[in-house]
């Protein structure tokens, strides 16, 4: 494989292990351990962690390494579910009031690919690619909404990762494929009010499905 090959294959490696909750929140992540694992040198590896650092899946400490990211606490969990609620609904709006043929076309493929996608290997890789579509998918209605700062902000939570961590479940994929299908109905109508409804009912319904992982 190419180097460029090798790190995406560590980084995905680690990914699904960490989405699946393999690697369990607050665990050491020893970088010698997987670069046996996977038959690697340690250079691949560091960079396909250094990646996962910067998107707050993993951290690093001087002198001990890395480890996974802890869990969400029912705190952060709240507040990041609160945080939503206040700034999705109103980038689902403006998105309507944003949308031209090309960028709901951009939609409809991104959502396309959560759905469908590469084939998965298994259920923990389609699950975790699924995770990743679906950060994709909310990334691009912020995008379309044009307000760079809430997107900026949004994206540097990590929110989508973080969540998804919380319940490996396939009731949460399909759940929210439909209420996806929702969301491109009301821009497909060009309907903002209908839009901002279906964003809200979507993170309320989110928020309720991983409830239950506090429990």
């Given at each position: 494989m190419r180097p460029a090959s090798v790190v995406d294959?560590?980084?995905?490696?680690?990914?699904?292990?960490?989405?699946?909750?393999?690697?369990?929140p607050g665990a050491r992540i020893p970088?010698?351990?997987i670069a046996r694992e996977l038959d690697v040198s340690q250079t691949p590896?560091?960079?396909?962690?250094?990646?996962?650092?910067?998107?707050?899946?993993?951290?690093?400490a001087h002198l001990i390494g890395y480890?996974?990211?802890p869990q969400l606490t029912r705190k952060q969990f709240d507040d990041l579910y609160t945080f939503r609620l206040l700034l999705e609904p109103e980038c689902a709006?403006?998105?309507?009031?944003?949308?031209?043929?090309?960028?709901?076309r951009l939609l409809e493929e991104a959502a396309a690919d959560m759905e469908h996608g590469e084939t998965p290997v298994d259920r923990t890789s389609r699950y975790s690619r699924f995770a990743r579509a679906d950060a994709h998918f909310h990334d691009a209605i912020l995008r379309i909404?044009?307000?760079?700062v809430i997107r900026a902000t949004l994206f540097n939570q990590h929110v989508h990762l973080?969540?998804?961590r919380l319940m490996f479940h396939t009731?949460?994929?399909?759940?929210?494929?439909?209420?996806?299908?929702?969301?491109?109905?009301a821009f497909r109508a060009g309907d903002a009010v209908a839009a901002e409804a279906a964003m809200r009912e979507h993170i309320l319904r989110s928020r309720d499905r991983l409830l239950a992982a506090f429990d």
């Open positions: 294959a560590v980084y995905d490696h680690v990914y699904e292990q960490l989405m699946a909750l393999d690697i369990a970088i010698d351990v590896v560091r960079e396909a962690m250094s990646r996962l650092e910067r998107e707050g899946l993993v951290r690093k480890s996974a990211a709006r403006l998105a309507v009031v944003n949308m031209t043929p090309d960028s709901l909404a044009g307000n760079e973080h969540l998804f009731r949460v994929t399909q759940e929210a494929l439909e209420e996806h299908d929702n969301l491109l109905a």
